[in-house]
């Protein structure tokens, strides 16, 4: 009998064998598996998981279905709360979510809520499980700007209410962030994230890629001309921030966001596609966060010796713990506790290396995480070819200004209502990182739930 | 799909394509581009709008094949059509928005260089529709090579065509022939340049001879060209701006030119190409033989 503590390992890819390809890190859990981790949920009646899930998924419920190996049920349950389980169940911190309130994890394990869900959903993608569609349309015409998690959740919500959706992509596939930012060893594009999509468009959302609003058409002109009766903003996160020091517009300078973009969207790492990159022979990711994790990987997976370059501890590294453990397998090197201050340029424009100094933790600062500071006189320089600056993103300006009577806070993000994404201007809602900078996939769909709720509420009034 | 209407060849590398695209038809002014790609492995590539007509729904594009994408775009003809194309991108020219009483009082110099006709072509179609008569100078290398004429000399009031080589209208570079038409007494309150990034850099030292205040159109390597990906960042007065949503369009005698000329080599030039060989080893995009280095 297997210890009812610990949790049943998931099969990992080989970490040196992974670290030269874009296959997939985890394969799963396969049905035997899935049961017998199901089989350790001890079914609170007071499920505290629900309540750490953006989109309250009923977790218990599910995971009971998988025990009896009613795999096809388990699914229907996720997907009274769920539009991209398959996703969520590979990209989501479940360690700070459902699982940390999982009381198994009081003592030993807490149940492997998210790798259940990833069974689940992929199995439902193997067996062409279709979800619940609206028996009719109510006539209502919901227009959803950017087809990531927040609007990809939102239009399918409102497609099961019977709404008629039209979701508007600025770029030529579908998916947002899931395709252009999130590498495919992570989240696989043709097997999970287009499956997906399918799933959502089989609920009668339709979807216009190479429209970019603001600027191809307006919020104003899609409710005046083309009869939209409400608009729900998903725009995610915008232009990439630099670090303003000396070097970094040189040749080999690249934000996470191009890096990425070049690689997963537009696939530069397979020779049969146009796109260049420059894949770089040593680079340094500064930043430590999730995207950081991503693109060393992606990096080191082309080729190169790869340095995450962060000013904090480890302790402090934004990622998830498990994309720090899987970097680390790989090889990637963390350099912590260290910041940049000039990238040096060759003559022929080129990055050759750059100046680092090391820092230490001082006083907790408005994050509530120690400060870092500069030890004076602890410069040092490394040899690079490549620096990817992975420092986060501003909100773009394009919707914001071009949409009559949409507020913006501070921080030139949407203001919006946390429950139903209601913003300042009638019957146009919000949600996901163009109103909350960069977070996370799920608590993208969490709000892309919330504004479905919100239209919904608006036009059935209507 | 986005389908081709009509496909042309201008002059040796210089293509033209119709281009049926409603929405970016309807919505496009002077001064902005769109984001085609040919196929599903394409690149996407920025190029500047040269004529649209909103009714027919129909954007008009030039190019001049760089790379391995617009290479194969040579090859499409009328009836052929893009997997994709997204627009417009950038911020108008700056004149759209401004008022057009106050605009007839200013006096309009455009300098365009080689394939730089182009997207000069609608902003001076537009102050043409708009009554208002503009100064042109279109330069290239010969005369073969000169692209729009016809077209440039209906809607400019004065039309000044060059030639390196001396073998069409003015003998010179198009800043020889600044010089010429300043020293004949001309006053222009706004100079308009845009062209290859040196031709640019070198009008803009003339300009700023005789002060005149100098806009020009800064095309960098773009990827998602909507603001995402940072890779056109250009550096304006000390600042790093943003050429797809910022620009395209800056002060040209604010503009960085030549970290800007550096940046566009990064995957073009011999030592960027044999760098990024180097780099990648076996992955290299290499042996189209069009990389542009000879540009």
């Given amino acids: 009998m297997a210890d009812v503590l610990k949790r049943v390992p998931v099969r990992e890819q080989d970490a040196k064998e ?79 979510q459902c699982e940390c309130k999982c009381i198994r994890g009081i003592k030993g394990d807490p149940v492997s809520i998210g790798k259940l869900e990833r069974f689940v959903a992929d199995y439902a993608l193997e067996h062409d499980i279709k979800p619940a569609k609206a028996d009719r349309t109510n006539g209502h015409k919901v227009a959803v700007i950017g087809s990531g998690p927040s609007g990809l959740t939102c239009a399918g919500d409102l497609a099961k209410l019977g709404y008629e959706v039209t979701v508007f992509e600025a770029l030529h596939e579908l998916g947002g962030v899931l395709v252009y930012g999130i590498p495919e060893f992570r989240l696989p594009k043709e097997k999970v994230v287009k499956k997906e999509i399918e799933k959502v468009k089989e609920l009668g959302v339709k979807f ?82 999730n995207v950081a994790m991503d693109a060393a990987r992606t990096a080191l997976r082309l080729g190169a010796e790869v340095h995450i370059v962060y000013r904090r501890s480890e302790a402090e590294l934004p990622a998830r713990v498990e994309e720090v453990h899987h970097a680390k397998e790989e090889g990637v090197i963390f350099d912590l506790l260290t910041n940049p201050k000039e990238i040096h340029v060759d003559e022929n424009g080129w990055v050759k290396g750059m100046t680092v100094i090391k820092m230490e933790l001082g006083e907790p600062d408005a994050s509530g995480r120690r400060r870092p500071v500069e030890i004076p006189g602890s410069e040092y320089e490394i040899e690079l070819d490549t620096v990817i600056m992975s420092l986060g993103t501003s909100p773009n300006p394009l919707i914001a200004s071009t949409t009559k009577g949409l507020e913006t806070n501070r921080r030139r993000c949407i203001v919006a209502e946390e429950e139903n994404g209601q913003t300042s201007k009638a019957a146009v809602f919000a949600g996901g990182d163009a109103v909350t900078g960069a977070a996370t996939v799920i608590l993208a769909m969490g709000a892309g739930k919330a504004g479905a709720k919100g239209i919904h509420e608006l036009l059935s009034k209507k | 799909m986005y389908k081709i209407l009509k496909a042309e060849k201008l002059a040796a590398n210089i293509y033209l394509m119709e281009v049926c695209a409603p929405r970016v038809a309807k919505h496009c002014e002077p001064g902005q581009f769109v984001i085609v790609k040919m196929d599903e492995k394409g690149e996407r590539i920025p190029l500047t709008i040269c004529d649209y007509d909103r009714e027919a729904g129909i954007v008009t594009i030039v190019f001049q094949p760089v790379g391995a994408s617009t290479t194969k775009m040579t090859n499409l003809k009328a009836g052929d059509a893009f997997r994709d194309f997204t627009g417009p991108l950038g911020r108008p020219s700056e004149f759209v928005e401004e008022d057009v009483e106050e605009l007839g009082k200013k006096k309009f110099l455009f300098v365009a260089g080689g394939v730089g006709a182009a997207p000069v072509y609608p902003q001076v179609k537009w102050l043409k529709e708009h009554g208002i008569d503009v100064d042109v100078i279109v330069g290239s290398k010969t005369k073969d090579l000169l692209i729009l004429e016809k077209e440039m000399e209906a809607v400019a009031g004065n039309y000044y065509p060059c030639t390196d080589d001396g073998t069409y209208g003015h003998a010179g570079m198009v800043t020889t022939m600044v010089d010429e038409l300043v020293e004949k007494g001309n006053k222009y309150d706004v100079c308009v340049a845009i062209g290859p990034m040196i031709m640019m850099k070198f009008t803009c030292l003339t300009t700023k001879k005789y002060d005149i205040p100098t806009i020009v159109s800064m095309n960098p390597i773009m990827v998602d060209g909507t603001g995402m990906c940072g890779a056109c960042r250009v550096i304006v007065g000390g600042e790093v701006k943003f050429a797809c949503v910022d620009g395209p369009e800056f002060d040209g005698h604010l503009v960085d030119f030549d970290n800007a000329m550096k940046r566009q080599q990064m995957y073009k030039t011999q030592e960027g190409r044999a760098m990024l060989k180097l780099q990648e080893g076996d992955t290299h995009h290499g042996g189209c033989g069009n990389c542009g280095g000879e540009n």
């Fill in chain 1, 208 to 289: 216009e890629t190479n429209v970019v609003i603001g600027k191809s058409t307006t919020i104003d002109q899609l409710m005046e001309e083309e009869n939209f009766e409400a608009v729900f903003i998903g725009s995610g996160a915008g232009l990439p921030m630099f670090m303003g020091i000396p070097g970094e517009t040189a040749n080999g300078v690249f934000s996470a966001n191009e890096y990425l973009t070049r690689s997963n969207l537009m696939k530069a790492f397979d020779d049969n596609y146009d796109t260049p990159i420059a894949a770089g022979k040593k680079v340094a990711v500064v930043g430590g966060g």
């Fill in chain 1, 18 to 96: 992974r670290a030269t390809n874009f296959e997939e890190v985890c394969y799963g859990y396969n049905k035997e598996e899935a049961m017998e981790e199901a089989a350790r949920c001890i079914n609170c009646k007071n499920a505290k998981c629900i309540t750490g899930c953006p989109v309250a998924i009923n977790i218990p419920g599910f995971i009971a279905q998988v025990k009896e190996g009613n795999i096809e049920e388990a699914y229907k349950v996720i997907g009274e709360s769920s539009a991209l389980p398959a996703i969520c169940g590979r990209v989501c911190p479940q360690e700070s």
